[in-house]
């Protein structure tokens, strides 16, 4: 059977006008004019025989038949994003692009992806510092976040959202203060420091009291190295592991999600 000729380009530009329901920001993202975005719906309208977009007094609107084709148009186009991944995947599958923070990866990832890796002896990693860094420029797989939800992406919590206060001894006074984990009230920050790795090495050493999340503290704790003072205590952060949808449907990603769930 001859196959539709699809208007691939019209039909990208009405994905990207019917997000932000506006020609200027569709034509912002896809680098082109305001009127080249109209162009594009009038041609596509033309071919489809319908109506996509009416304007109002608060901008414009979607029509029932545009919005009854949005969500399967997006579909595909996650679709055509996996077949060209897997196109180019080749001797890659094996291989993982991780981001995640230095101190996780030390205390909570690195012991577990050595046993992964020890069931799949032909596993190779890479891993980048900048858990924020952008999927696409870093070519990631997945990255592991503080944070208190995957928010755009998909996700799955890997620890508690727990968090404790602990110190060298119970004797050690003053505070450590670091992003996210600030001084208690009616405490004053004796030390700041710019990340949970650095917070944990200023504890250890005697510094002061830190509030932690539980999974970066337990071998600490467990060694003798810390004290717990206060808590466990629920904590809205957590480690998200996150990824975009076509990485989330990989199979390597898969089995790597399933085995640190697990």
């Known amino acids: 059977m001859k196959r539709t000729h699809l208007p691939l380009n019209a039909l990208r530009v009405f994905d990207a006008a019917a997000r932000h329901l506006s020609f200027t920001r569709a034509a912002d993202e896809l680098a082109v004019t305001p009127a080249a975005v109209g162009q594009q719906i009038r041609a596509l309208e033309d071919v489809l025989g319908v109506v996509l977009f009416r304007r109002t007094s608060k901008g414009l609107e979607l029509t029932d038949e545009a919005v009854a084709g949005l969500d399967p148009l997006r579909e595909g186009f996650l679709r055509f994003e996996e077949s060209v991944q897997a196109m180019q995947a080749g001797q890659s599958s094996s291989n ?30 890479q891993l980048i510092a900048d858990e924020d860094a952008d999927f696409t420029e870093a070519n990631l797989d997945v990255a592991i976040r503080l944070t208190e939800g995957p928010g755009e ?21 003053g505070w450590i203060s670091w992003p996210g984990f600030a001084a208690p009230d009616g405490e004053d920050a004796l030390l700041q420091v710019g990340n949970a790795g650095q917070a944990l090495s200023s504890a250890v050493a005697g510094l002061g009291r830190t509030s932690m999340p539980l999974p970066l ?41 399933e085995f640190l769930r697990g």
């Not at 717990?228 to 989330?248: F, I, K, T």
């Open 96 to 125: 993982y692009t991780i981001a995640v923070p230095r101190e996780f990866y030390a205390q909570w990832l690195a012991p577990r992806l050595a046993t992964f890796r020890s069931l799949h002896p032909d596993v190779r990693f």
């Open 153 to 173: 992406l998909e996700g799955v919590q890997l620890a508690p959202g727990a968090r404790v206060t602990v110190a060298a001894s119970v004797d050690t006074q």
């Open 217 to 257: 503290v337990a071998d600490a704790v467990g060694s003798g190295r810390l004290v717990v003072l206060d808590g466990p205590e629920e904590c809205r952060h957590a480690y998200w592991l996150v990824a975009p949808r076509p990485q989330w449907r990989q199979k390597k990603v898969r089995e790597l999600v």
